[in-house]
């Protein structure tokens, strides 16, 4: 069983920026494709970004592509969202969740193919 803690949310103006951290526990980390998403007031779960497990692979939803950046540190347990020109679109919750299985491609972008979920940090953007 793998527990997920994300933290690094908070109040931001736009143009601003803000680094999330999900820290990983219970499991062989590295074993894992860790994705970030988010779900603002009234709308689904969306997926914002995907690492592979060595890192060597990352993919990004269109609305975030060139803002915000994910990477991993395999010995630090930690995957990381790294948020820049943030605008009142990008307030939501976000989780960070692990993918254990392997997909074509090394991962899935799909909410229902991740196993494991944190709790969530509220990111709001003002204007």
């Known amino acids: 069983q793998v527990q997920l803690v994300e933290s690094g949310g908070g109040l931001v103006q736009t143009g601003g920026s803000l680094r999330l951290s999900c820290a990983a526990s219970?499991?062989?980390?590295?074993?894992?494709?860790m994705g970030w998403f988010r779900q603002a007031p009234g709308k689904e779960r969306e997926f914002v970004a995907v690492?592979?497990?060595?890192?060597?692979?990352?993919s990004y939803a269109d609305s975030v592509k060139g803002r915000f950046t994910i990477s991993r540190d395999n010995a630090k347990n930690t995957v990381y969202l790294q948020m820049n020109s943030l605008n009142p679109e990008d307030t939501a919750v976000y989780y960070c969740?692990?993918?254990?299985?392997?997909?074509?491609?090394?991962?899935?972008?799909?909410?229902?193919?991740?196993?494991?979920w944190g709790q969530g940090t509220q990111v709001t953007v003002s204007s």
């Open positions: 969740a692990a993918q254990a299985k392997y997909y074509p491609g090394g991962y899935s972008y799909k909410t229902n193919d991740y196993d494991y």
């Open positions: 219970g499991g062989t980390f590295s074993n894992y494709a």
């Open positions: 690492i592979s497990r060595s890192g060597s692979s990352r």
